[in-house]
């Protein structure tokens, strides 16, 4: 347990320590957005944030493998030992490739299509040869083991739709951050549960990287985290999320891979609703606008930190809802999905955002 202290605290400062030289870096080189469309910021920010987020989880991966290499130093290595370190070269290389395609995007914008090809490439990689899989929909519909082969493609698609959710939660300040803190946490909580330490660790150090990140990304944010940092965080959370569909999330052995999607409600519920919006007006799914639930909300006139406090908050709410019907696969799926409903309906509602900023106006 102590290790996993020490890889955060290493996460959380490598990341708060580079954080002000990004900044300067990104401003003397003019590496910055500029507000309007669909940005919700006023001006122009560094978006490069990514860097500090990876360079600190990129150093906290190299004192667990130093420490790894210096435990079995002088001891046989078995299976356990050889997944772990073949899981933990995926993981790295992985995130390392993700960051130079989403750090090129940052710069230069790269195509959709190379974009997509890259993360494809990856999603197969970590369900063929990792072997990171959803093996089981665990009842869900009456269906539990699923062949090895469409376990494979679903797995791959699943990796490739959280990945692409997440980053497309990075368009006002402190939401992705947040989100990204609150997801990574259930999943720490869910693997010290399991006693899976590894996995913990990887999460606890992405939200200990993403809370440095944090104090300069919120309202009104200094910096944001780019395609560098949005694509390796989502990265980290597809790995971890298809891990915990395979393990219980009770004391109890119960299995709900439902419940680790209502982790992933806000990201996926509006990547959902963006892509459906997108493809019923003829256009394409993957063309920037500013049809997020999110961007609804700043327009209804809830500042930037009260619509991430609404995303955040209502993550919170369906994760709690479904952990009390976990031992209902089939009907939690089905409370999610009417929950989701409401949620995209509710920023479109005059009444709702009138009620909402009533009740927020409580906390001010």
Known sequence: MYLIIIISIISFLGTLIVMPT??????KKRLLTEGGGRNSHNGF???????????????????????????????????????????????TVSCVLLFIVGLADDLTSLSSKFRFLVQLIIAFVLSYFGDVRIESLNGLFGIYELPYFVSLVFSMIVSIFIINSFNLTDGLDSLATTLG???????TVLFIMNNNFYHAALALSGVCSLLAFWF?????????MGDCGSLVIGFIIAYCAIKLCNIPIDNSGTMNPVFILCVLAYPSVDTLRVFIVRISAGKSPFVADRNHIH??????????????????????ILTFICFLIRDYVTISFFVMVSLAILFIVLPM???ARTYTKKILSFFK
Do not use: C
């Open 295 to 316: 961007h609804l909300l700043i327009d209804k006139d809830f500042s930037h930190g009260w619509a991430a406090f609404f995303a955040v908050m209502y993550s919170i």
């Open 181 to 187: 803190v609150f997801i990574l946490s259930v999943f």
């Open 45 to 91: 920010t560094p978006n490069i944030g990514g860097i500090a987020i990876t360079f600190g989880l990129l150093l906290s991966n190299l004192f667990v493998l130093a420490y790894y290499l210096e435990q079995n130093r002088l001891i046989i290595i078995d299976a356990d030992s050889v997944y772990l370190l073949r899981s933990y070269l995926i993981i």
């Open 349 to 351: 509602a005059s009444f």
């Open 216 to 224: 300069y990304n919120r309202p009104p944010a200094k910096i944001f």
């Open 22 to 27: 990004i900044i300067k870096l990104a401003i």
